[in-house]
């Protein structure tokens, strides 16, 4: 069994949430601009596009909130968001 200290952590390209976020967002953004000029999928497809929208803009919210926590020394923030 590998001692805990034999793991070598992940580089910071691999461990960081904003190009997740940013692609997610762009990609439902793109999405939601072919449903509304093709009118494909009707209501339903761009009621889906625009909460995958806001859900991006959720996690964004909370990757900022919680870097500005890791700033200001809080106890209660998130560990390893540097």
């Known amino acids: 069994m590998a001692d805990a200290q034999d793991v070598p952590e992940l580089p910071r390209a691999l461990r960081a949430p904003e190009p997740v976020i940013v692609v997610g967002m762009v990609s439902w953004l793109i999405a939601t601009v072919?449903?509304?000029v093709t009118g494909w999928g009707e209501d339903r497809?761009?009621?889906v596009c625009l909460v995958g929208l806001a859900v991006g803009v959720l996690g964004t919210t909370i990757v900022l909130i919680q870097r500005?926590?890791?700033r200001r020394g809080d106890?209660?923030?998130?560990q390893g968001l540097d």
């Open 34 to 36: 072919v449903v509304w």
């Open 45 to 47: 497809a761009m009621q």
């Open 68 to 70: 500005a926590a890791v």
């Open 75 to 78: 106890r209660t923030a998130q």
